[in-house]
Structures are given as C-alpha cells and as structure tokens.
C-alpha cells in the first residue's frame, strides 16, 4: 500500500473560518472534535471562538446584550436584540405562546446615537414603578445626545433568565435577529470596547461565550436533551407593529444609517489580524461601495436576483455605482419569468428570515381571502430534515410553530406524488372552502442527499387545489436552474454562494409575478414589509456578489470533476463496472450523492438554458455534494485525512467539508436513516481552489480512508 503523505490546512479547532471578524463558520477539523462537540467535551466547549450566527450569538452581540442587561434589566432577566419593534412584538408573542407557565416579557426601545455617553444614559428597570415592568407597551429610551441620520434603534427583548433557551429558539427560527455589524455600531456610539471592564456577562472567556452563544447555561442543556420546548406546536396569527403611543417618550421607531464606519474587533489568538488590517481584507482591498451609499448597494443587489440588469459587473473591481443607480437603464428580466422586476425582490437579514416571512405571508393572504389556513408540506429531507442544532433545522419548525402543523414527505421523489394527491384529495373532501393545504416547501437540490423534486408536477397540483408553492434556490442557485416559472414565492439565503465570502449574512424573497396570488401578496408587503437588512451588510454582500457568475461557473466545474473522480472509486461504480475493470480491492466510498446523478431529470427540467441574456457561464450541478462510506473507520480517515476546512455552512468560496449526520442527527441516527441519510454522511461544499489541489486533496484522503478501513 502506498505510502500517505498530506499537508492539512484546516483552521485550529474552534477557530472563525474564516479569519476574519466576521466569519459565519467555525473550525471542526476531525470527526472526533466533531463528536466530542456534539457530547459537550470541555476541550471542544472551551475552545469555540464562533459559530454560525443564527446558533452562536456573535460576542459583539453577547457583549452589547450584557450592557443593555445592565442598563435596563433586573438581575433575573435576559434579554435578546432585534432590528424592529414588529420583530420584538413577534418574540414576545412566541414566548407568551410557547412558555409553558406564564411569562414577563418586556419591550425596550433604545435610540443610540454617535458618542452616546454610556455612563450618563442608564435607566435600570429598577428604578420604574413595579407596574411598568409589566407594561404591554415598550419603554422607549434615548441616549442624551442629539438624534442624528446616524442613530441607531435597538429593540431589546426582557424575560426571565431560565427562559433564554425559549427566546433563543426564536432567534434561530426566525434568523431575524440582529447583525453583528449592527452591534459593533452600537458598541462604537456607546464607547464600549470589547474588554470594557464592569459589563457584567463578559464575554472574555471561549468557553462562557459559547455557553452564552448557543443558550445554554450547562453543557448538557446545549445539546437537546432536557429542552423542555422541543417539538411544541402552537398556532399563532402574524403580529402587528406594537402600539407606542403610551410610551415614556416618544422618539423615531426607526432612522437611516448613513457613513458607518469600522467598530473595534475582537483578537483571535497570536496571528489575529489587527482591526484595521482585518477591516481592510473584509472589504477586498478597498473595493466596497461607501457605507453611505447602502441604498444604491440594496438596489444592485435586487436588480441583480431579479435579473434585469442590462450589463451587471463581471468582476469585483468593476465599477457598481451605476447598477444601483435610479436613473440606471434595466431590461428585460434573463429569467424564464420575463416581467420579474427589482419590486418583486425583498432583502431580509438572511435566508431563515426570508422563509420565515414566506410563511407569515402565506398565512396572510388566507386570511385575505377569507379562508382557513390548512396545513403546509414539507416535500423533501432538506432544511426541514436537520437536528436541533444546526443551520437546516428551522424550516419544519417554522411550520410546526407558526401555523396549523404540517405534512412531511421526508424524501420529495416522484414516488411521494400519488400520496400528496391522495392527501390533497382526502382534505379536500372534508372542506370545499379552503385549500387543502397552505403551502408547499422544499429545497431545489435538497440537503445534503441532493434530490430534485418534480416541480412541474408539484405546479400541477398546486393549480388544481389552490395551493402556493415556496422553493428554497438555495443550494441549485439561479444562475444554475430557474424554478420561478414552478413557484409562487422562491427564497434563498445569499449568505452562500451568492456571497461566498463567509463574511456577511443575507436572503431575498422573489415574488413570481404571474403566480395566482400575486396581487394579495404584493400588497401586503406593500404595507408590511420592513426592510430590517443592515446597511452595511448590504454593502458586504454587493461587494461580494458582483461576481458570483463567474465563481459559480468555476464552482460547478471543480464540483463535478471531484464528483466523477470520487465516484469512479465507489462500491455503487464498481457494482456497474464489468470484472476486468473492477477495483482489487473493495472501495472505502459507498455513493456519491450529486445532482448529475440523483434525480437527474427533475434537475435538468430547470436547468437554465442558453438565451440571448443570462448567465454568461455554462450551466452546471452546482458545488455540493455528499458521500457515504463503507465503514466508520473509512469515513473517519478520509474526513480526518481531507485538507480543507471542516465546519458548518456551505456554498463558500474554499472548500468546506462536515460530517453532517454526526452534526445534524447525532442523537437520532436511526431516524435520519430511515429518510435515506447514512450516519456515516461526509458532505462538501467544493471551492474555488485550483483542480490539481483539490485532486490531491481528495486522493490522499481516499488513501486515508482505505488505511483506516485496513486498519479495522
């Protein structure tokens, strides 16, 4: 057997990947570090710097929570920090909702403005009569300096410390939490450094952040076991903008930002860059648009998902000003949907966010047109298929939470369609005066097994019985496949490949103008819709997506020739392959999962084809890809022996590797197999790198796995 020699460049366990303030990954680097973190081992817990923002509370936002704690709580309250008063309102209904014993919660509203003294603004809850803390309406506190542009609005949630995991899980379900570019903002107006002594909750250990972070105040909370919330299902209505008009003072809800500037960052180890190096790399060498020009950033950014840019950039160095331009002209859209426009796309903080408002839209165009909500389906082990802790969970349990319940269809093959039918008959036949069902999600490929449902078939049905159809692009992308033509509302989270950089959080809604509800649900965001997406990330993310079709295109390529090298080693290749072409040897992989190969004819269905405008890239099956292996051992070594970076998130611009059912179902194997996904499940997001890299990547970590597997 030949000899493994590797180099392994994963970040240090526990380390932001990647190296910047920013980041929205973590470093896992080995199968055990994996294990050992799902268990709670001290030396995992303790050596967490980060995780991804909707699970780990960034520490600029743990640190801002502990001064508003400070200020405005009592000593048996948390609190969390939204962008809005309807998204704080919407908490506090969550928490009233789902408590299982009554609960106090109480709305802060706290307008921070530039160089606004800490010392000086303190209004501890203490200090109101008793009556008021239990007030419906918010108390709103300003900071003693002059209201400017540049003030910030920070909606603070209090409720009793013992129900943080509750409050926590909205946060995670709803992705509507606050930025941590926001919080730095407000830390900078506070003058409050990230070692500010007196803050009490510091956040100066690795291990009393991740506890903070991930909302826990034990380990073995953190990991399910004893959560008293998990699985609960309670209906709710979409919540109003809460009434101010009783308030102690009166002051602007909400302001612009304009000319944000860089906020202190955070040391991480001995090579940390310095803030203003750190500051200098996030905005790829000077090339973002000025802070203060956020709105013509948004309106790039939604020009470009609509498609109707004449001319977008082709590279990060391409002059943008004039793509978010009002006086900009724009075509046609290159979609299959032609009279798509940049009205028809809306930003949210990212893309959990965006499918949480898909579903309160959904629900309200019920009630519009006078009908009951039935319940949604969940088509395909995707989002809705992950564990309780990490980023694919919260699809199912935003329909679960907000919303009569739902119907699962854990694998969205063309096998499941007689029975949806089958449903979708029998409900009808109970009552003629609602759709039998509110909605159908699902994800275009699916996570991680990479299926395509049928869309055109799941058109057909939604049309016949009256329902919406709401798909996550997330993972195909629209530059790959265009199934706006399938659906009524497509989501996606830009913070993946639409960004790449890993720096910097986003997601949109799309709007299919020809879909049946079109009208209702326009309107209603015409007046619902907050655009709570921070200015800066705005900024972030058109930076970082004025290339995306190029990088998708170099994407797509790495993707498949590693899919095709590591499938020509697989059990499931060599059971096709004739004797004389047979490996020697019996393979370490089992099955590579891709779209080329799974559910290849839902896939190509949506492909986008060449057309006069588009994509100025071929068409591909995108950068993820998921392998099973023979044995433990095997896919341990050939994880452990893989030399990229090991950690949550996918669609990066390096390749990112995890063992996702470890991660995702480590206390229910059994029952991810059951819906097909092996416990033994190794899932990469392939990058960017040059191909012999990853080539040799990938055959040293076969070789791993092979002398792993020898082994046993």
């Known amino acids: 057997m030949a000899t493994l020699t590797r180099t392994i460049t994963a970040t240090e366990l526990g380390g932001s990947v990647p190296k910047l303030p920013h980041a929205i990954s973590v470093s896992l680097p080995t199968w055990q570090d994996n294990i050992d973190y799902e268990e709670g081992a001290k030396r995992v817990v303790d050596s967490m710097k980060t995780g991804y923002p909707r699970f780990f509370i960034h520490r600029s936002i743990q640190l801002l929570s502990r001064v508003c704690e400070k200020k405005f709580g009592v000593p048996t309250e948390r609190c969390l920090l939204f962008p809005s008063a309807a998204v704080s309102d919407a908490c506090r209904s969550y ?34 009569p008793s009556t008021r803390l239990g007030i419906s309406e918010p108390l709103i506190v300003q900071s003693p300096c002059r209201v400017s542009d540049d003030s910030v609005t920070l909606h ?23 930025s941590s570019r926001m919080a730095e903002k407000c830390l900078e107006y506070l003058g409050v450094a990230p070692d500010t002594p007196g803050i009490h909750g510091s956040v100066t250990s690795a291990k009393a952040a991740f506890l903070v972070a991930t909302g826990t105040s034990n380990v073995s909370s953190r990991y ?20 101010t008009s009783n ?61 109707v840019l004449l001319r977008d950039s082709v590279s990060p160095s391409d002059p943008v000003e004039s793509l978010g331009s009002a006086e900009t002209n724009v075509g046609e859209s290159w979609r299959s949907i032609r009279n798509v426009s940049e009205d028809d796309v809306y930003l949210y903080p990212t893309g959990m966010s965006a499918i949480w408002h898909a579903h309160q839209l959904v629900m309200a165009s019920v009630d519009k047109i006078g009908r009951s909500a039935g319940k949604s389906v969940c088509f395909g082990a995707a989002r809705e298929l992950i564990g309780p802790r990490f980023p694919y969970t919260d699809t199912l349990k935003i329909l679960q939470k907000w919303g009569p319940g739902c119907h699962f269809f854990g694998n969205g093959l063309d096998s499941d369609l007689p029975a949806l039918r089958e449903l979708l008959e029998s409900s009808s036949a109970v009552t003629s005066q609602a759709p039998p069902i509110l909605a159908l999600f699902c994800e275009f490929p699916s996570n991680p097994l990479l299926r395509s449902p049928n869309l055109a078939e799941l058109r057909k049905l939604a049309d016949e019985f009256g329902f919406v ?55 209603h965001l015409k007046s619902t819709y907050e655009d709570t997406y921070w200015p800066e990330d705005a900024v972030y993310m058109e930076r970082n997506s004025r290339d995306f079709q190029r990088r998708i295109d170099i994407i797509n390529r790495n993707a498949e ?73 095997a896919a341990q070594g050939f994880f452990d022996g893989l030399a990229c970076e090991k950690g ?43 191909q012999e890299v990853l080539l040799k990547w990938f055959s040293d970590a076969i070789l791993a796995a092979e002398e792993a597997a020898a082994r046993a």
């Not at 072409?581 to 080329?596: G, S, T």
């Not at 071929?618 to 433990?632: A, K, M, N, V």
């Not at 996918?650 to 179902?665: E, I, K, R």
């Open 95 to 128: 928490l009233h909702r789902h408590s299982p014993s009554s609960v106090t919660v109480r709305l802060v509203q706290y307008m921070i403005c530039p160089q606004s003294p800490l010392e000086t603004s303190t209004v501890p809850a203490t200090t109101l």
């Open 156 to 178: 603070i949630v209090f409720f009793p410390a013992d129900t943080f995991a509750l409050a926590k899980s909205f946060w995670q379900h709803t992705g509507d939490g606050i």
């Open 224 to 243: 399910g076991r004893n959560n008293p919330y998990k699985g609960s299902k309670v209906n709710t209505k979409p919540t109003a903008t809460p009434n």
């Open 247 to 307: 308030c102690l003072c009166a002051i602007p809800a909400t302001s612009p930002l304009n000319g944000i500037s860089r906020a202190p960052v955070a040391s991480e180890g001995d090579d940390a860059l310095s803030p203003d190096h750190a500051h200098y790399l996030e905005e790829r060498y000077g090339r973002n648009l000025p802070m203060s020009s956020y709105n013509v950033a948004k309106r790039a950014l939604r020009r470009r998902i609509a498609g």
């Open 469 to 523: 159809i709401v798909v996550d692009e997330t993972i195909g992308n629209f530059v790959n496949v265009d199934v706006l033509k399938y659906a009524d509302i497509v989501v996606s989270s830009l913070t993946k490949v639409f960004s790449g950089e890993t720096n910097v959080m986003g997601g949109s809604l799309v709007l299919n103008p020809q879909g049946h509800r079109y009208d209702i649900f326009r309107d």
């Open 561 to 633: 020739t590693i899919a095709e090298f590591l499938r020509a080693q697989s059990e499931v290749h060599s059971q096709t392959t004739s004797a004389h072409d047979a490996p020697a040897r019996r393979p370490a992989i089992k099955e590579v999962f891709y779209p080329k190969w799974v559910t290849r004819e839902n896939y190509d269905a949506c492909r986008n084809k060449p057309r006069e405008r588009g994509p100025l890239y071929p068409r591909g099956y995108g950068g993820l890809l998921s392998i099973t292996f023979t044995s433990e051992r």
């Open 648 to 690: 949550p998130s996918l669609g990066t611009n390096f390749t990112l590797s995890c063992p996702y059912t470890v991660l995702a179902h480590y206390n229910e194997m059994d029952w991810a197999a059951s819906w097909g996904v092996d416990p033994r499940l190794v899932r990469v997001s392939v990058g960017m790198e040059d």
